[in-house]
């Protein structure tokens, strides 16, 4: 199976900042990597699809970029509601897989 | 609008089963491949399972394979997870998620809990 290291596995920082999650793949996966942002009693929000392509309705704010087999999910300006935990998925072959989570906080 | 509203779910004895459904509305559900996911509480999410356009391709995680299964009826834009012999392990909440044209998972559901426990 495709395993996804998720780094870090948590982290805060302060409104405005430029953060950067990354996402590493165990084999090669292409561009079918998806992001997700996942709040407490809601469904995951799909962010970035096939490594860069921003989902209908996310903000600007948000890109996607591959380097390899690593990916990262970079928001260029924190704002307060970016608070969650945001997990990538790889969907080049079954059994899909979900890295752990990187689970982002405001200072 | 693509809804997803999943139902079924509930408290269930180790070794029962159960049956989720997800009805689908706002897209031509025939068109599109579906899935399963789930969420043990605490812990982070995991595909279950997932299943073509017409229903001949099914596809599931280890941990639920000759246990669960999935499948679909186009006539009713309706999506099933059929879980047997449940565990405890199995206490999730599962939500139906569309497979985008690219196979990513683009639309979810709300998510129905699923409680294993005698």
């Known amino acids: 199976d495709i395993q996804l290291t998720q780094s870090p596995s948590s982290m805060s920082a302060s409104l405005g900042d430029r953060v950067s999650l990354t996402c590493q793949s165990s084999?090669?996966?292409?561009?079918?990597l998806s992001w997700y942002q996942h709040k407490p009693g809601k469904p995951p929000k799909p962010m970035i699809y096939?490594?860069?392509n921003l989902a209908d309705g996310v903000p600007s704010r948000f890109s996607g970029s591959r380097s390899g087999s690593d990916y990262s999910l970079t928001i260029s300006s924190l704002e307060s509601e970016d608070t969650a935990i945001y997990y990538c998925?790889?969907?080049?072959?079954?059994?899909?897989?979900f890295g752990s989570g990187t689970k982002l906080e405001i200072k | 609008e693509v809804q997803l509203v999943e139902s079924g779910g509930g408290l269930v004895q180790p070794g029962r089963s159960l049956k989720l459904s997800c009805a689908a509305s706002g897209f031509t559900f025939s068109n599109y491949g579906m899935a399963w996911v789930c969420q043990a509480p605490t812990k982070g999410l995991e595909w279950v399972a997932s299943i073509s356009t017409g229903g001949g391709n099914t596809y599931y995680r280890d941990s639920v394979k000759g246990r669960f299964t999935i499948s679909r009826d186009n006539a009713k834009n309706t999506l099933y997870l059929q879980m047997d012999s449940l565990r405890s392990e199995d206490t999730a909440t599962y939500y139906c998620?569309?497979?985008?044209?690219?196979?990513?998972?683009?639309?979810w559901g709300q998510g129905v809990m699923v409680t294993v426990s005698s």
């Open positions: 084999q090669g996966i292409g561009n079918y």
């Open positions: 998925l790889q969907y080049d072959e079954y059994p899909l897989t």
């Open positions: 096939y490594a860069t």
């Open positions: 998620a569309r497979h985008g044209l690219n196979w990513e998972l683009d639309y």
